[in-house]
T-cell receptor, first 117, second 115 residues
């Protein structure tokens, strides 16, 4: 059971280059999230998608775009990378629907470590 | 979003109980209290959550104050594998109870467990 899969796991970019981080989940979750974590800091929400076809900004959306390609996949794009975007990026998914026994817990991927020179 | 306050760090000895406190004085009636932890070089993982009553699961216990303005995550017997950053998070659940709001992480508490 793969859970949440992120690619690539590591990437080095030069300032101004673009790239896309890919995320896929196989748990049939309706909601997906992108977070970033800077050294020694907690996670900050970049964008999230409550359901297929919708996306919303989180705390730190500037410099990023997202695409909810289908229910399984949620990608994060950096159009023109900057050194300030050096971070570890985490994708997560959850089932937001309520109901008895549903914790709404988020399942996280292993992270993608991005360095922008 | 309502905020939480946690100590920056705590230490424990192996096989001893650990009580991780969290203050959330501005909690609203529809906020659930969630705890996640993040092991080194991994993504966060869910630990436990509750609304008003104390909760137990295989990983931990959650004690919630009667006024809900604070809570405590209890690890009954700490192991070296419990060394992690623990996040206390308030998560809104709408009045109809049909969906959860987004999860906003704070700084968390770094738990060190000594052999």
């Amino acid at each position: 059971n793969a859970g949440v899969t992120q690619t690539p796991k590591f990437q080095v970019l030069k300032t101004g280059q673009s790239m896309t981080l890919q995320c896929a989940q196989d748990m049939n979750h309706n909601s997906m999230y992108w977070y970033r974590q800077d050294p020694g800091m907690g996670l900050r929400l970049i964008y999230y998608s409550a359901s297929e076809g919708t996306t919303d900004k989180g705390e730190v959306p500037n410099g990023y775009n997202v695409s909810r390609l289908n229910k399984r996949e949620f990608s994060l794009r950096l159009e023109s990378a900057a050194p300030s975007q050096t971070s570890v990026y985490f994708c997560a998914s959850s089932n937001l629907a309520g109901g008895p026994g549903n914790t709404g817990e988020l399942f996280f991927g292993e992270g993608s470590r991005l360095t922008v020179l | 979003d309502a905020k939480t306050t946690q100590p920056n760090s705590m230490e424990s000895n192996e096989e001893e109980p650990v009580h991780l406190p969290c203050n959330h004085s501005t909690i609203s009636g529809t906020d659930y209290i969630h705890w996640y932890r993040q092991l080194p070089s991994q993504g966060p993982e869910y630990v436990i959550h509750g609304l008003t009553s104390n909760v137990n699961n295989r990983m931990a216990s959650l004690a919630i104050a009667e006024d809900r303005k604070s809570s405590t995550l209890i690890l009954h017997r700490a192991t070296l594998r419990d060394a992690a950053v623990y996040y206390c998070i308030l998560r809104d659940r709408n009045a109809g109870g049909t969906s959860y709001g987004k999860l906003t992480f704070g700084q968390g508490t770094i738990l060190t467990v000594h052999p």
